[in-house]
């Protein structure tokens, strides 16, 4: 079984925001594999399907970001699911805007999303999907993340929020390496 989990804030008033590009993923993997997301459990929305002989589902927590850790820790330990099997689709402040990395453990960085999965689960050993949003050094960084793409950044970001979801398919079918080697992108600006 794998637990793929986007991070983002709910509401609409956070919808399309960069601090949202992990629900995004979410939403558009969702759309691709036929699933609906309309189960509300573990503090999260989400679907589930089989891929490859595997149960997978797709969650997005309703905690808002900096307690995403609440919902992911409850699904983990209810499903004593494997940590390398918890994959992990965030926003990443500290890589430019349309890079894709997709990595097999790591540390929460500046994320406070992901501080609070790893404090509650008790691990950084699971794979995550980083999606470069950059950063504008103008601006307070709160205001920043839950501001919405213009138009010109949609172009860059929704061909990398589809990656990111190929991405994930593409470790449950064949594994992380294969995944990490095909999709690890920096796209050209």
């Not at 399309?16 to 759309?31: C, E, K, M, P, Q």
């Amino acid at each position: 079984m794998y637990i793929i989990a986007g991070l983002g804030n709910p509401g609409k008033e956070y919808s399309g925001t960069r601090h949202n590009v992990g629900f995004d993923t979410i939403d558009s993997l969702a759309d691709e594999l036929n699933i609906n997301l309309n189960k509300l459990k573990f503090n999260s929305l989400y679907g589930e399907i089989n891929i490859k002989g595997e149960k997978v589902m797709l969650v997005k927590p309703v905690t808002y970001m900096n307690r995403s850790g609440l919902a992911i820790a409850e699904i983990v330990r209810f499903y004593k699911v494997p940590i390398e099997n918890l994959i992990v689709i965030y926003d990443d402040i500290d890589i430019p805007l349309g890079t894709l990395r997709i990595r097999p453990h790591g540390s929460s960085g500046t994320h406070n999303g992901m501080k609070s999965i790893i404090s509650l689960i008790g691990s950084d050993k699971f794979p995550r999907i980083r999606i470069g949003i950059g950063r504008n050094p103008d601006m307070d960084l709160a205001d920043y993340v839950l501001q919405k793409f213009s138009l010109k950044e949609r172009e860059v970001i929704n061909p990398i929020i589809d990656a990111a979801g190929k991405g994930v398919v593409e470790i449950v079918e064949n594994s992380l390496d294969y995944a990490m080697q095909k999709y690890n992108v920096k796209t050209v600006e």
